[in-house]
Every structure is written in structure tokens, then in C-alpha cells.
């Protein structure tokens, strides 16, 4: 037997803007077992609903993570209307699911660059990030914030978007969806990007099941799950269906998240032709006496809120389970037999996002 | 001005960070901010850097790895501190798992307010460095070895009732 | 949105009530845990089809549970941050952390009541 050695992974490495670690054992060059810790950036958020209102909550629930931010406030105020019984009005409704739509874009574009960054396919990750850019000047204009947009609030939306503006969104998307063409030809068409990704990291529909993968880590191995089917926000009255690959590999998982782009911009230009006028805001009184688990769909997979309240203004409990904890199970199981040097592309196959797992 | 301030590398570390800000330093890096014009080259390597860019405020798992980035830079070396968490501790300063700022740990030369930081900050946090960094080689000064001295200064928490 | 319940169960059912989900074809959503004055409930939450099913205990500080590892092999995740955050033994984890999952100031965070100097 060749002898084993343990190499660790992380937690500050030229690839992972965020810490995780992995010890990696490893008879030569392949993977033989892995054993992950977390807790790097772990700091006990969920324990502030103590400290805050239910109401002054929701900014600590959107600084979950600087990525998923605009989600993690909507199925958090999401989980209090459905405790408190509150029907919003429709146009917060619309206006939500717009700037969740608006959020997997940034992500998913941030993901492709990060990810293309890790093979070294430095053009790639340029133009990703150019393009986002577009997509955070319009988060920037509508909300007021670039990554943080702290417009969700319990009943509502800060901020109505002006017919004008949602016009000009329209014909920002058209031009940005030419782009991304371009773009995906180069990245998902390549010949080395193939090389490298295709077969690499392959995980089973079964074995994504059972070890409870969401989002495009499970899309990509066949699995139709995706959270926006149960019609949260304006999602009941909007025709799309979730994108799903059968390859399991990290190829596939890229290709889910290419095309998802295109469900997101036709989901918004959807909303946009759809959207009601009216108020997008209402009183609210009262505190939440009940428990609900609120679930949207993230860029990286279903996201559940837990919140009990006992009708106090201070929640009980507010626990979050995020899409990257759920898929570390599978992540080790992915990188079991892989060579040591397709470990950072199966790492960002999934992307990880630590703030979000670790809260 | 010199060699060292015309092309500063600089690493960057995600303390217990929420993403925001370390998206917003990539974001520094790519076309539209593209301080790659000034000469700032992100690196991986701590000893290859002279200014180290910190997110986020410190936990009790992440100090050991703050400190040993630290040591391993070389003189003379300059910290930023980016974002409000990195700064105080900010909105997450009364989590049991969040010790404070980053000076409670290593001396922090400049500090970048804003939740998340915007790049334009950012990059004006950086360019004061630059200015640090030239005063501490002209005057040589040599940065103190960090050890864990700051769990001294650790808040006092206490804790009630429950398992050992 | 979808009405949701919750069966509670005792302690005792929990590895049959996994063995049962499992056969029905569910995937394993969620496992949390909330203290409620001296008492710790832990739900577990499965779905199929984009149906929720929970079940929820009720145990005490120094009760053990069993883990569902064996059933669900990627529940050692929430098994150990149940352990670690709460201070609960959860009996035989397929992989288990051993109380090194989280790395916390305090130990069991969440089963006691902390004061930080400087409070507001």
C-alpha cells in the first residue's frame, strides 16, 4: 500500500476568497478521504434575535452573507408575514422577486469569474465581473446599495422602481443577455475548459438525493429541485422551469448555472411586463406567535428560515439552514478519487459560499 | 516615492466576514475599478505582500490565522482594515463568537468604514497605505512579532446555567 | 404557501421515523434545535416533492439522542452542530467532530445565557 499523507487545504488560499478548510488525505496524487472544518467565520448571529426586534432583524438576516444578502431578508420577512398572516401588497411582491432574480445574476456572474479564475482563465473572470457590474448599477439604483441592499422590510419594500426605470432595465437586460452569449460560447464551448471539467467530480442523482444536495449541485445531477416551484413572491404567476443537466459532473453544474442565467432574465422581463401598481408597503402591528419554516430558492440552492416566535417583539428562534451546509456532505463525497489538482475546481463546481454556512 | 509604493502587493483574508466586502475588493481588482493601474497586485502569499487587507471582525477560530499572516509579512508591512466588522465589530459586535476589531489583535494602520465598504473607499484606503507603507521603510521600522496577547483584553463574557 | 405541521414524537421513534422517510423516498431537509425555557426541541424536517414533513422532540440537557447518520448519511452535519452548539450528545455520528465542529468562544452557546461586557 502506498503510504498516506495529509495535506491540509485552506483556510487562507489563493483560491478561496473565503476561508474553508480541508484535510485532504492522499496515497499520491488521489484524494482518499476528506475531512472538512468549518467555523472560520462563524459568529453566532442567530443568537442576536435575543438582543433585536423582530422588525430591526431583518438587517442582521441580510449580512448572513454579502452574496445571497437580498434573499436571506426576503425568506426572513417571508417567515414573519406567513407567522403574522400578512398579505403584502402584489407590487412588493413583483418587486421582490425581481431583485431576487437581480441577486442570482450578480452571484451566478461572480461564481462564473471566481470559477473560471480557478483554472487560470483569467479573461473569463475579467468579463464576468464586467458584466456584473451592469447588474449591480441597476441593484445600486433601484435599492441604494451594491451588495447590501437593505430594501426587504416586514409588510413590504422600501423603495417603489419608477415605470420609467423598470423600462430601462428591460433594455439593460436585452443587451446583457447578447453578452452573456458571447461569454458562455467561450467558457462552456472551450476545448480545455472541457478538459478540464468534463468527468471531473461526478456525483449521482442517487447519491445527490440521499445526501441532500440542493440547488445546482443538484440540478446538475438530474434532480429537479428548485425551491421557486412552491410559488413564493410572484413566482405562482410566472411560466419557467427549473434547468437541469444529467451529466453530475462539474460541467454540468457550470452548464445549470450558464443557462440559469437566462431563466432569471426571462423571469424578470416576466415580472417587469406583469407588474401592478399600487402601494408596496403596509402597517404592521403585533408580533409573531407561531413557528414557520420559510424556503426560497438561492444562487446556490434552497435556503430554510426557522423562526418561532411566542409574541413577544424578540423572536424565540431564528435558525437558518443554507444551501452550501447542506452540500458539504456532498462535496466530500465528490472529491473522494479525484486527483489533488481538480480539487479547487470541484471545491468551486458547488460554490461554496462560507458566510452563508457558517452564520 | 519608490519601487515598493509604485506596485504594492497586497493579501487579502476573510476574517468572519459576510462576503460583502471581499466582493467588493475582487470587484476592485476587475475592469471597472481596476486598481491594477496603480500597480496593486493580489497575491497569495503572505510573504510576498506588503499590505494586508482584512474583511470581517475576529472569531475564536480565525485569530491564529490572522496572526501567522501577519508574522509571516515582511517588514515593513502595512494593515486595512475593510468594512465595519473588521473596524469594531459592527452590527455582529454583541455575538458570542466575535471578539472585536482587527486591532484588537494586530496594529491596523488604516481603517475603512462602510457596510458593505464601497470600492471607491476601498481603493482610497489602500492609496493612504501606500503613503504608510513609504514612511515605514524610509524610517525602517520594524513590526512587532504578534502573539496572542490579545485574549487578555478579551471581553469578559460570562455564561449561565447549561452543560460543561 | 403550503400549511405546515408538526408530529411531535418521542425519542424512541426518531431512528424508526427516518428509516420510514427514507423508504418513502423523502430527502433530508433539516434538523434544528431551539431551547425553550430548560427544555431543547429538535425537529426534523423532510420533504418529498416539495412537501414538508416534520417531527419534533423534546429532550433535556443531559439526554442523549440517536443519530440518524446511518440512515442519512450527510445528517452528521447538523448532528454535530446540535452537539457543539447546544451540548447534546448525539449517539454514534458516522463521522463525529467530537465537539471540534464549531470552534466557540463559549462552549455550548446556546444552552446558556450570556452577558458581554459593553452591552447596550
Given at each position: 500500500m502506498t503510504k498516506q499523507i495529509t495535506v491540509p487545504f485552506g483556510p487562507q488560499h489563493p483560491v478561496l476568497p473565503e476561508p474553508l478548510h480541508l484535510d485532504l488525505v492522499l496515497e499520491d496524487e488521489k484524494v482518499v478521504d476528506v475531512i472538512?472544518?468549518?467555523?472560520?467565520?462563524?459568529?453566532?448571529?442567530?443568537k442576536l434575535v435575543e438582543k433585536r426586534e423582530y422588525t430591526e432583524y431583518v438587517f442582521i438576516a441580510e449580512r448572513i452573507c454579502g452574496i445571497c444578502s437580498f434573499i436571506h431578508s426576503q425568506t426572513y420577512v417571508q417567515g414573519i408575514e406567513q407567522i403574522m398572516g400578512l398579505e403584502i401588497p402584489e407590487r412588493a411582491e413583483y418587486l421582490r422577486t425581481i431583485w431576487g432574480e437581480y441577486s442570482r445574476l450578480h452571484s451566478h456572474l461572480l461564481w462564473l469569474g471566481l470559477f473560471a479564475d480557478s483554472m487560470g482563465f483569467e479573461s473569463v473572470f475579467m468579463n464576468a465581473w464586467r458584466l456584473r457590474e451592469h447588474i449591480l448599477d441597476d441593484l445600486e439604483s433601484t435599492t441604494g446599495g451594491r451588495v447590501i441592499q437593505g430594501v426587504c422590510k416586514v409588510g413590504g419594500v422600501r423603495k417603489d422602481v419608477a415605470p420609467?426605470?423598470?423600462?430601462?432595465?428591460?433594455?439593460?437586460?436585452?443587451?446583457?443577455?447578447?453578452e452573456l452569449n458571447e461569454l458562455n460560447n467561450v467558457f462552456l464551448f472551450d476545448q480545455s475548459m472541457k478538459h478540464r471539467l468534463k468527468g471531473i467530480g461526478k456525483l449521482s442523482s442517487e447519491d445527490a438525493y440521499q445526501l441532500g444536495a440542493v440547488g445546482p449541485t443538484a440540478r446538475g445531477s438530474g434532480l429537479a429541485i428548485d425551491i421557486r416551484e412552491t410559488g413564493y413572491g410572484a413566482f405562482g404567476k410566472i411560466n419557467f422551469r427549473p434547468v437541469v443537466e444529467h451529466g453530475g459532473d462539474s460541467y454540468a453544474r457550470c452548464a445549470v448555472r450558464a443557462k440559469e442565467m437566462f431563466t432569471s432574465i426571462d423571469i424578470i422581463e416576466q415580472c417587469i411586463k406583469k407588474i401592478p401598481d399600487g402601494p408596496v408597503d403596509m402597517k404592521v402591528t403585533g408580533a409573531p406567535d407561531g413557528e414557520y419554516f420559510s424556503r426560497t430558492e438561492q444562487p446556490r440552492g434552497e435556503v430554510i428560515h426557522y423562526i418561532k416566535g411566542n409574541g413577544k417583539k424578540n423572536l424565540v428562534r431564528h435558525r437558518v439552514r443554507t444551501p452550501t451546509f447542506t452540500n458539504i456532505p456532498p462535496l466530500v463525497t465528490l472529491l473522494k478519487g479525484c486527483e489533488l489538482a481538480?480539487?479547487?475546481?470541484?471545491?468551486?463546481?458547488?460554490?461554496?459560499?462560507?458566510?452563508c454556512a457558517e452564520r | 516615492m519608490t519601487y515598493l509604493a509604485k506596485s504594492p502587493w497586497i493579501i487579502h483574508y476573510d476574517a468572519s466576514s459576510c462576503n460583502g466586502c471581499d466582493i467588493e475588493i475582487l470587484a476592485c481588482l476587475t475592469p471597472m475599478y481596476d486598481v491594477e493601474r496603480f500597480g496593486i497586485i493580489n497575491t497569495g502569499n503572505p510573504k510576498h505582500a506588503d499590505i494586508f487587507v482584512v474583511t470581517g471582525s475576529i472569531n475564536e477560530a480565525n485569530r491564529e490565522v490572522i496572526q501567522n499572516i501577519y508574522n509571516q509579512m515582511p517588514d515593513p508591512k502595512v494593515v486595512v482594515a475593510v468594512g465595519?466588522?473588521?473596524?469594531?465589530?459592527?452590527?455582529?459586535?454583541e455575538c458570542y463568537n466575535v471578539a472585536g476589531g482587527i486591532d484588537k489583535l494586530i496594529p491596523v494602520d488604516v481603517y475603512v468604514p462602510g457596510c458593505a465598504a464601497r470600492p471607491e473607499s476601498i481603493i482610497d484606503g489602500i492609496v493612504t497605505a501606500l503613503g504608510i507603507l513609504e514612511e515605514k521603510r524610509t524610517k525602517n521600522v520594524h513590526s512587532p512579532q504578534v502573539t496572542d496577547n490579545g485574549r487578555a483584553e478579551h471581553p469578559k463574557r460570562h455564561a449561565k446555567g447549561g452543560a460543561e | 404557501m403550503e400549511p405546515q405541521t408538526i408530529v411531535p414524537i418521542t425519542v424512541g421513534e426518531v431512528v424508526q421515523k427516518a428509516e420510514q422517510a427514507k423508504k418513502d423516498g423523502c430527502r433530508l431537509v433539516l434538523i434544528s434545535c431551539t431551547k425553550i425555557d430548560e427544555t431543547f426541541e429538535i425537529i426534523y424536517t423532510y420533504e418529498k416533492d416539495l412537501?414538508?414533513?416534520?417531527?419534533?422532540?423534546?429532550?433535556?440537557?443531559d439526554d442523549e439522542i440517536p443519530s440518524i447518520s446511518g440512515i442519512y448519511w450527510g445528517s452528521f452535519v447538523y448532528e454535530n452542530e446540535i452537539h457543539d452548539l447546544y451540548g447534546i450528545h448525539v449517539k454514534g455520528i458516522n463521522i463525529d467532530f467530537k465537539g471540534t465542529f464549531y470552534k466557540t468562544a463559549i462552549k455550548h452557546p446556546f444552552s446558556v445565557?450570556?452577558?458581554k461586557e459593553g452591552d447596550a
Open positions: 472538512p472544518t468549518i467555523g472560520y467565520v462563524h459568529r453566532g448571529l442567530e420609467e426605470k423598470l423600462d430601462e432595465m428591460l433594455k439593460g437586460l436585452k443587451n446583457l443577455e447578447h481538480d480539487v479547487p475546481v470541484i471545491v468551486l463546481s458547488i460554490d461554496p459560499c462560507i458566510g | 465595519i466588522c473588521a473596524c469594531s465589530g459592527g452590527v455582529f459586535r | 412537501k414538508l414533513t416534520n417531527y419534533r422532540i423534546t429532550v433535556k440537557q445565557t450570556i452577558t
